[in-house]
């Protein structure tokens, strides 16, 4: 199969990552598209311990239950160790040689990359489908594409998505002052932001 890898905090989930993987999922005949929250990443600050962990792992459940294409993978739920990319990979094609991989990425990673820990590691593993939100900018992502391309031997797709100004950043901030966030994430994930009292002490 083709499986379609979308990594996050997920913090909370919302509209925009939904959408970038249901355009994956529809551009690139993609059969399923995992999500993957991360219990420690290593280049965010995140409130953590096993409870925060929970609500982020069950709000990326309840927003894509309705989808059968869309599947929740533990992978990199973990509290105690930091999850890179190269590994997580590493052992996706590991545990299931007979998929294809493909990796979804933003603009914003897609320059970052080479920062990344091991990063040359990741490019054997997988195919890398760099979301286009903004067409102002098509020169450059093509540009660092070429690059990644001829100096590593990367595989790397222009995935077409829709410029959504929403961000989990956002959405917290909203929660924490009581304002709704319904439409910026699906009406399960608000609901179970508002019965869980989440967000309501941090930004």
């Known amino acids: 199969m083709k499986i379609g890898i979308m990594g996050g905090t997920f913090d909370p989930i919302h509209i925009g990552h939904l959408l970038l993987g249901q355009f994956a999922y529809e551009d690139f005949g993609l059969d399923q598209i995992w999500y993957l929250p991360n219990g420690n990443p290593p280049h965010k600050q995140t409130e953590e311990g096993t409870k925060a962990l929970r609500h982020r792992i069950e709000m990326v459940r309840l ?3 309705d989808m059968p294409y ?5 992978l990199e739920a973990k509290e105690t160790e930091h999850s890179y990319t190269y590994k997580t990979m590493r052992e996706l094609n590991a545990q299931y040689p ?5 990796f979804i990425l933003g603009a914003d990673s897609l320059f970052e990359i080479e920062n990344w820990k091991y990063f040359r590691e990741i490019f054997p593993t997988c195919t ?5 939100r903004d067409d102002k900018n098509v020169e450059k992502m093509l540009a660092q594409m070429t690059h990644l391309v001829e100096q590593y031997g990367a595989e790397i797709e222009l995935l077409r998505a829709p410029l ?39 930004g």
């Open 128 to 132: 890398i489908l760099a979301a286009m």
């Open 63 to 65: 927003a894509i239950q």
């Open 164 to 202: 959504l100004e929403i961000s989990s950043t956002a959405i917290r901030s909203r929660a924490r002052n009581n304002l709704s966030v319904y439409y910026m994430v699906p009406d399960t994930v608000a609901e179970y932001i508002v019965k869980n009292e989440l967000y309501q002490m941090r």
């Open 98 to 102: 007979e998929h294809k991989f493909y």
């Open 70 to 74: 869309f599947k929740l993978c533990l």
